[in-house]
């Protein structure tokens, strides 16, 4: 409810806004997405990826080549970034899920960096450190062009809307609460005759492929794509979102993504030293609320 | 383990006692799937399941409990019993429609509650249990998946008397057509449920027969019963 409301007042006084803040609630709208796709892991599976710019970084990089050099159009890229993430993922996947706890953590980490390392090096494909500059954004035929910061946060917010709508809808289905089962006992899981890899898996598969459309949307946005988007600090500032906002809920990492995104933009004016207010809002996070903002405002379950 | 035989008929009630590191626990791990077999070879309803996973024997018809309550902690009690009753069909891996409006799934999770004598703590969360119910719920996400044999692990394990004559009449009233094998420290219990008793000591078969056989047996007496 209070989600449908915050997507309605969006929308609302997003007329009246000048340029730059409506730019960051279009931030917001697209990490939003990304945030909810981690918590799928996180708050639901209980599985801590530190990898999920990958699959976001992914999907941008393949927009931001397809759109300048094939020129292609809104479904071509949409598809192939999304495909590509979600196979990335399902690659991935393979290698981490074997793993628990830290070591999740620490493969996935890995991994995030193979691409990262990717996408720095590659420079035949992706112009390494130089970065893929001028993404053009879609065509859909509207009367409103997407170029513009006001019809394209609207599209941002839609597709936003769309994810939430479409993570809701799993998070509430028998396959979802068998995610939160396996996020509370693994061992029951396998006596109760669940195959856990195989759910874990779908999840990790699942949660790459939304984190591809998110970052699809993040090269239509920015308009330029570089190894910044699939490095370590944009994971774990997702990361820090849904932790932020409240892990198993997806109200709450949307939360945390206009909060991580307002704060960094805001004191990012005052100071270089982003990283280490980011560090303490984490320690304050988990010393204070350890089940993020949403957690923390609703009634205690104890 | 060590060179343990044990071979137990379709309805059959086992218990299975001994000291404590007799490798009661272990055995049912091994049984379950829970830890893999060196040596030996395990069969269940015919089919050889050594190398089987456990989720994979659960399809089969085999569950257990815990001995450590092993539950969905911050889950409500009905959606405990729901991943128990969904685990065996392929309503698991439904993704688009809504848990809450399967009216099968809930009927059966709630039947599940009644006979456990759960049906009203269906809402609470699972966490905020006593221990008495939570060892109740145990059985519960056992029997929902309509078992054929069941492994029970201890489970009047911290209860109190008055609790553990609760447990009793509820194991009592198990469909006979399950075939239940019981760890138990509580000798009135075990006796209550199962005829026949094994008894293990050090990983290994010291005595196996009918309860009064058992009770007579002179090794059994000196390490177990004390008497």
Redesign the interface.
């Known amino acids: 409810m209070i989600g449908v409301g915050a997507l309605v007042a969006a929308a609302a006084v997003a007329p009246t806004l000048p340029s730059y803040p409506l730019t960051l609630l279009t931030q917001v709208a697209i990490m939003a997405i990304l945030a909810m796709s981690l918590d799928i892991l996180l708050g639901y599976t209980g599985l801590p990826s530190l990898g999920h710019a990958a699959y976001f970084g992914t999907a941008a990089y393949a927009v931001g080549i397809l759109a300048t050099e094939r020129q292609a159009g809104f479904l071509t890229c949409l598809v192939a970034g999304v495909l590509l993430a979600t196979a990335a993922a399902a690659l991935f996947g393979l290698v981490a899920i074997r793993a628990t706890g830290t070591y999740f953590l620490m493969i996935t980490l890995a991994l995030g960096m193979v691409v990262w390392g990717l996408a720095f090096r590659w420079v035949s494909l992706t112009k390494g450190d130089n970065g893929i500059a001028g993404v053009p954004r879609p065509d859909l035929a509207l009367p409103w062009s997407l170029a513009a910061p006001l019809p394209f946060f609207y599209f941002a917010l839609v597709a936003a809307a769309l994810a939430w709508a479409a993570l809701g809808t799993l998070a509430r289905s028998p396959f979802g609460l068998t995610l939160q089962g396996i996020r509370e006992s693994e061992t029951r899981m396998r006596a109760l005759g669940y195959d856990v890899w195989l759910h874990k898996y779908l999840a990790f598969v699942i949660s790459g492929g939304f984190a591809g459309f998110a970052g699809v949307l993040w090269a239509w946005y920015n308009g330029f794509v570089s190894p910044v988007d699939v490095q370590l600090v944009t994971s774990v500032e997702t990361l820090l979102m849904v932790a932020l906002g409240g892990p198993g809920t997806l109200a709450g990492p949307a939360l945390g993504a206009a909060v991580i995104v307002f704060l960094k933009n805001f004191v990012s004016v005052y100071t270089k030293r982003w990283l280490l207010i980011l560090g303490a809002v984490y320690i304050g996070v988990i010393l204070f609320a350890p089940r993020g903002v949403l957690g923390a405002l609703r009634a205690p379950r104890r | 383990m060590d060179d343990v035989e044990l071979a137990v008929r379709p309805g059959e009630r086992r218990a299975l006692i001994g000291p404590n590191g007799a490798g009661k626990t272990t055995l049912f791990n091994l049984v379950?799937?829970?830890l893999p077999v060196t040596a030996g070879r395990i069969e269940l309803f015919g089919r050889d399941v050594t190398r089987m996973?456990?989720?994979?024997r659960?399809?089969l018809g085999l569950?257990?409990t815990?001995q450590i309550s092993?539950?969905?902690?911050?889950?409500s009690v009905l959606?405990n019993c729901?991943?128990?009753v969904?685990?065996?069909t392929a309503?698991?891996?439904?993704?688009?429609?809504?848990?809450?409006r399967?009216a099968v799934?809930r009927a059966r999770a709630e039947e599940t509650l009644a006979a456990v004598g759960l049906a009203d703590r269906a809402a609470a969360?699972v966490?905020?249990l006593s221990h008495g119910e939570q060892r109740q719920l145990e059985i519960g996400?056992a029997l929902a998946?309509r078992p054929r044999l069941l492994l029970l692990d201890e489970p009047t394990a911290g209860l109190s008397p008055a609790e553990s004559a609760a447990m009793a009449r509820l194991l009592g009233r198990l469909d006979p057509a399950i075939t239940v094998l019981i760890i138990e420290h509580d000798m009135d219990i075990a006796l209550e449920v199962a005829r026949h008793v094994t008894v293990l000591h050090y990983g290994r078969v010291i005595a196996d027969g009918t309860r009064d056989a058992v009770r007579a047996d002179p090794t059994v007496r000196e390490i177990y019963l004390g008497a």
């Open positions: 379950a799937g829970a996973p456990s989720h994979r659960a399809a569950t257990r815990f092993n539950l969905f902690a911050s889950l959606d729901r991943l128990a969904q685990a065996l309503a698991k891996f439904a993704m688009h429609r809504p848990l809450a399967d799934l969360t966490r905020n996400l998946g």
